[in-house]
């Protein structure tokens, strides 16, 4: 629970009444939830949520309590949590939960649902990323760049990815047919003419990655606000995405793991009341894949 603004301290674990689902909802016993930066945005104050609230937005577990079509107690299931995933119980809607194939640990189901739906709907829905085009993920080996980077190549795509040193291995190792290490050198000195440009990372990065996007191209940004003029000087687009529930999306992309085809890298599992540390490494910006919590 956090009840102000802050760092890590403010996150309390507090006993609450639990949540009743409504109409079109389930009540899901959380087995597993994962951190997306917005949490910890929230907590700070840097994006805007009405407090006190519990926070989470990733959610796997088993249903207790269904008014939802599809869904029995005992289905196991994820996707979003509308009252919040830290949290021993919680309620989602219909349309936001898919049924977790049995393929699928808990902690891969909760690491994916914002994760994989930004990469896949920055490539696909807005980039329109098509085979034999070039994908540059900025920030490869993250919780969204990770997935990210395989989505492009099982499409066939030519995949640059970007990230320091010490993840080149891991990110070739999952697709990328090329490797920027950006503390040696401009992301946009060693890549031109990138169809879609996918940026992770915000910041300074953002601006820096016009240079590498193609006459009719397009740069995708989830961190920061996008460069439209500079891409607009070469003939591109830029866009900020702001993922959406699909799932759809969401159900296909638990096939593609369940297959092999996807790999969910979790880079530490910890219980709940470790939330405050799990927080305190997502804001460090140097998270190799996800971050998953356990209840």
């Keep these: 629970m956090v009840r102000e603004t802050g760092g890590p301290e403010v996150l309390r674990l507090e006993d609450l009444e639990p949540p009743q689902p409504g109409d079109g909802e389930a009540l899901i016993r959380v087995r597993a939830a994962s951190v997306n930066p917005i949490d910890w945005k929230y907590r700070r104050g840097l994006s805007e949520k009405p407090l006190p609230a519990i926070l989470g937005i990733d959610v796997s577990g088993t249903v207790e309590i269904s008014n939802v079509e599809g869904f029995a107690p005992g289905d196991d299931a994820f996707g979003f949590a509308g009252s919040g995933a830290y949290a021993e119980l919680a309620t989602a809607a219909a349309g936001a939960i ?61 995949v640059i990815g970007t990230g320091s040193a010490r993840n080149r291995d891991f990110v070739l190792g999952l697709g990328a047919d090329e490797y920027v290490d950006y503390t040696l050198q401009a992301v946009a000195e060693a890549v031109s003419g990138a169809d879609v440009v996918f940026d ?18 397009i740069i995708v940004t989830i961190a920061s606000a996008p460069p439209t003029e500079g891409a607009a000087q070469r003939a591109a687009r830029a866009e900020l995405l702001i993922s959406r529930t699909d799932a759809d999306q969401l159900a296909h992309v638990a096939a593609l793991v369940e297959a092999g085809d996807v790999r969910v890298e979790i880079a530490e599992i910890l219980p709940l009341d470790e939330v405050a540390r799990a927080h305190e490494l997502s804001e460090s910006g140097h998270v190799r894949g996800k971050l998953v919590l356990t209840v």
């Design 98 to 158: 898919v049924t977790k194939p049995p393929g699928l640990s808990h902690e891969q189901a909760a690491a994916l649902p914002v994760s994989a739906l930004t990469a896949w709907q920055a490539l696909y829905d807005v980039g329109g990323l098509q085979r034999g085009q070039t994908a540059l993920i900025a920030g490869a080996a993250g919780g969204v760049g990770h997935l990210a980077v395989q989505f492009a190549h099982y499409a066939g795509a030519r």
């Design 200 to 217: 992770t990372v915000g910041g300074e990065t953002t601006a820096s990655l016009v240079g590498a996007v193609a006459e009719g191209g």
